[in-house]
């Protein structure tokens, strides 16, 4: 019997955070321009942002609340996803659910590009041994389909970290002889590589994921850099990895003045799954810029993660239904 007016509590207060949190759900949709403001340029519809994702869906499942509320400000948005997400040997399939999923999301297929190293070791090892030589394709979506365009360059395997490589091509890199790629998968312990398999297991290489970035900034004449934080939301390594690149970019002073980065901030695992009833923690947390999408924008989030019909496992549906970064996005500046 002690236990009801126990539960009866309990229940009242599940019910006050929910009505708490429609009602700030309602209002939040306001909040993100006035953060976004402060913590970047003067004017929302002045910013160029690149989000810049390890894995195909990581778009939808972390940043979709990033996306589509700069979009409702008029930003314009760039994608640079640092994988195929060939783990499990889909990363053509994945690629282009990514183009359909950014299309929902409101990010043209041209602003799109997939860095994908898996499919191109026989071709990266026959130029590698005529003069130094090295094949690159360029990934870009046009309506539902991967356009690969090759390039062809003389550098050098080894100047890779240090010349000026062009945004949107797919490089395929690694230790090994005549530039051949040595990519062995080791679950023991991370490995530090040159080049950036989708694997946890795996280190990517700083300075590779820096030259990347630079360059994309450098083209599209980006002045905010969105990402994930040093706990990369899951946990995942190559999360973690974007974070520590771009960090190394802040701390070098090596981005164009005004150029700002924001981080997806981590929660912990109970917060992770309780959708819109973290709204009102969320309000009273630390943040530079905290975006809420309003209903309609979070069926869009969904919509956008269906398109990776080749993840939807079970607990995806389960995320889809339960996370915060399918509502919210609280952001930090470096």
């Known amino acids: 019997m002690a236990l009801a007016p126990l539960g009866s509590l309990l229940a009242a207060l599940l019910a006050l955070m929910w009505l708490g949190s429609r009602w700030l759900r309602r209002r939040g ?3 993100g321009h006035r953060t976004l403001c402060a913590a970047g340029p003067a004017r929302a519809d002045d910013v160029r942002a690149l989000v810049v994702t390890a894995h195909p869906d990581d778009e939808a499942m972390f940043f979709a609340p990033t996306i589509l509320s700069l979009g409702r400000f008029r930003a314009q948005l760039w994608l640079l996803c640092c994988s195929s997400g060939n783990y499990y040997n889909q990363g053509e399939i994945r690629k282009k659910e990514l183009v359909q999923s950014c299309a929902v999301l409101g990010i043209p297929p041209s602003n799109v ?14 130029a590698a041994k005529q003069e130094g030589k090295r094949s690159n394709w360029d990934y870009r979506g046009e309506g539902s389909d991967i356009v690969k365009t090759p390039i062809e360059t003389s550098l050098p395997v080894q100047s890779l970290l240090t010349d000026e490589l062009s945004p949107g091509t797919c490089l395929r890199a690694g230790k090994g002889s005549e530039g051949e790629l040595s990519h062995k998968k080791d679950r023991k312990a991370p490995s530090v590589t040159m080049d950036l398999p989708d694997d946890p297991a795996v280190e990517w290489d700083t300075h590779l994921l820096s030259t990347f970035v630079i360059k994309h900034i450098e083209t599209n004449n980006i002045n905010l850099l969105i990402t994930f934080d040093a706990g990369g939301v899951s946990g995942h390594a190559n999360h973690i990895a974007l974070y520590a690149a771009l960090r190394y970019l802040h701390s070098e002073g090596k981005l164009p003045e005004g150029c700002r980065v924001l981080t997806l901030k981590s929660v912990n695992l109970l917060r992770k799954y309780i959708s819109i009833l973290d ?13 809420i999408l309003t209903k309609e924008e979070s069926e869009q989030a969904k919509r956008a993660m269906r398109c990776h019909h080749s993840q939807l496992l079970w607990f995806r549906h389960t995320y889809i239904l339960f996370s915060r970064f399918m509502v919210i996005n609280s952001l930090c500046l470096l």
Do not use: K, N
């Open 279 to 291: 709204v009102p923690i969320s309000c009273l947390q630390s943040q530079d810029v905290l975006f």
């Open 113 to 126: 590009t997939v860095i994908d190293h898996s499919g191109l070791q026989e071709g990266f090892r026959d």
């Open 29 to 31: 949709a306001g909040w």
